[in-house]
Structures are given as C-alpha cells and as structure tokens.
C-alpha cells in the first residue's frame, strides 16, 4: 500500500517569514496530492491540491509543488500570519475509488 | 460545495455505555463514507470504510464488534461504540466522497467523545 512520510512534524516561524513542508510517497500510481489545515478540535479542510499532470500550483499565499519522478511534494505558505498556525497534513491518493493516506501532520506555529 | 456533517460534536458518556455518532452528507449522495480515529497531536487513522447498502470493511486492527457502522442511506452513516470505555476517548471524525472517490473528500466537524 501506499507510505506517506511527512516533515518536520513541526515548525515555527515568524509572521512574514515563509513556510515548507515537504511529503514524500511510495506508491508510483498516486496522482491525487490533496494538503488540509487543521485548527484545534476542528475538522480539516482541504487548502489545496495537485494532480500528477502539473508539478505546480499556486492560489495566493499557499502554493504546492510535486515531483513525480522523486515523488514528493510539498506545501510553500509565503507572508505567514498567525492565522496560519494549524496542524497541516498531506494525502496521496489514487484518486477514484481509492482512499487517500494521510501524513502524520505538521504542527506549524507562527509567531506574531 | 460538499457539506459533511457530523453528530454530536462532542458527548460524554459513562463506562459501559453505547455512544451513536452521525455522518451525513447534506448536498450529495455519498455511497462511500470513511470513520476516521485521531488521538490527539496525531494523525488521522482510518477506522472503516461504510458503503451503502452493504457491510464496512474495517482496517486491521480495529474491532467491528465494538464499532458499528451503519450506512443505511446515501447520506446517512452511523458508528456506534458499544460498551464504550476511558481507552475509547478520542476525536471522531467520518469524511464522504462525491462518488469521485478520492478526487472529493470531506470532512464531517468531528466527535469529541469522553468516557468517564
């Protein structure tokens, strides 16, 4: 099965510094890299995602970039804010009836 | 867009109690939901997949003699923990599809079930 591996597990910034963190997968027929934010006791929700046919993706703050060949991704937050402290995990996922498996998350803290 | 919810968010209950736990998908018919279990600072953990109509197929390691599912409609999933005790504590969550399996995937707001 597929092995999402996830890191750091966690990171602190300071507001307006950037932020990465990176995911690497096993299984070579994943095409579907979703990344979530969680806020405490919350559900997460998807912030954005990338399928295998770009290796790039940008919606304001928050881009994603995926290497397929090197299969890892991962997720760049620009001008931080404190707003932005969240637990973020990535998924790869097959896409299709296919479940997607999680990373184990990580802890972004940004420092006003 | 897809609108997952949950209940309740949070309950308590006591030792050796059962505890049920809705999933509904409010704008779509979602033939597949997925139980998720998430101890705190950690990872989500698929518990079982519910289909519609048809029994859960559960992750290894999990009980499904103590966790019920139930997915009776398509937009309607239960689990129930059954005889629930301190070690079940956790945080709930259960996530549908827009029967674009993995491409849709949304979260319900999550349980947070205590026992006491």
């Known amino acids: 099965g597929e092995n999402v591996e996830q890191h750091p597990s966690t990171l602190s910034v300071q507001e307006g510094d950037s932020a990465v963190i990176k995911c690497t997968y096993s299984d070579s027929a994943s095409n579907y890299f979703p990344w979530y934010k969680q806020e405490l006791g919350k559900r997460p929700q998807l912030i954005i995602d990338?399928?295998?046919?770009?290796g790039e993706k940008k919606d304001q703050r928050i881009a994603v970039t995926l290497n397929k060949t090197a299969k890892h991704f991962s997720l760049h937050i620009t001008e931080t804010q404190p707003e932005d402290s969240a637990v973020y995990f990535c998924?790869?996922?097959?896409?299709?009836?296919?479940?997607?498996?999680f990373g184990r998350g990580t802890s972004l803290i940004v420092h006003p | 867009g897809a609108v997952v919810s949950q209940h309740p968010s949070r309950v308590i209950c006591k030792s050796g109690t059962s505890v049920k736990i809705e999933c509904r998908s409010l704008d779509f018919q979602a033939t597949t939901m997925f139980w998720y279990r998430q101890f705190p600072k950690q990872s989500l953990m698929l518990m079982a997949t519910s289909n519609e109509g048809s029994k859960a197929t559960y992750e290894q390691g999990v009980e499904k003699d103590k966790f019920l599912i139930n997915h009776a409609s398509l937009t309607l999933s239960t689990l129930t923990v059954t005889s629930a005790h301190p070690e079940d504590s956790s945080f709930y969550i259960c996530?549908?599809?827009?029967?674009?399996?993995?491409?849709?995937?949304?979260f319900g707001s999550g349980t947070r079930l205590t026992v006491v």
């Open positions: 998924a790869a996922s097959r896409g299709g009836s296919y479940i997607p498996t």
């Open positions: 996530s549908a599809t827009m029967g674009q399996g993995g491409y849709g995937y949304t």
């Open positions: 990338i399928r295998s046919n770009v």
